[in-house]
């Protein structure tokens, strides 16, 4: 069990690696992961954001759910959840989890909400509307909860063909 926390953890701290790159990089490109009212207010400043910047970033994160997906199935291999699927599911959705957790707590309040480097330009002053996330928090964990089930399930599947390749 601690080396289903452990390597989560580790996959947490890669994430986060990333997304704090991203902010030093881009933080137009993450525009869609500020609080609604801070998002409005910027892009009504800033109405020249091409889409594609903003759809880039969702090419990005697709290319990062299966990224995570195979680092899961992995960590489910060395877990030892080899045999049985349902329990390879379970050890898999438990790490989908911590991940999720992990980066509710840090990237949407730590960050998002409290840290002055990610603020967008002209909107350092909404403090109130930064701090105002919390819809946007619940939102994404029901949405990262429901999209857990089906990387799981791939990710068990994966472990599964590993285990037979063994």
């Known amino acids: 069990m601690s080396g289903i ?4 953890l580790i996959i947490s701290l890669i994430y986060i690696i990333a997304v704090l790159m991203r902010l030093s990089i881009d ?3 993450l525009v869609n992961e500020y609080p609604y009212n801070v998002k409005k207010v910027y892009l009504e400043m800033h109405p020249e954001i091409p889409q594609e910047k903003i759809d880039k970033i969702k090419k990005h994160k697709i290319a ?4 995570v997906t195979i680092a899961l199935a992995v960590l489910g291999y060395m877990a030892g959840a080899r045999t049985n699927i ?6 898999i959705y438990l790490m989908w989890a911590i991940l999720f957790g992990f980066h509710t707590a840090v990237v949407n309040y730590l960050i998002f909400e409290k ?7 002209y909107t350092e002053e909404m403090d109130k509307e930064y ?4 819809l946007k928090i619940k939102l994404d964990l ?3 909860a429901i999209i857990g089930v089906p990387i799981s ?10 285990s037979l390749m063994h």
């Open 86 to 91: 349902l329990l390879s599911f379970i050890m």
């Open 64 to 67: 990062g759910i299966v990224v």
């Open 5 to 8: 926390i452990f390597g989560s």
């Open 131 to 134: 701090e105002s996330n919390h």
């Open 115 to 121: 840290m002055e480097i990610a603020r967008l330009p």
């Open 27 to 29: 933080k137009e490109g």
């Open 153 to 162: 399930i791939v990710a068990s599947i994966i472990v599964l063909l590993l």
């Open 142 to 144: 029901k949405k990262w």
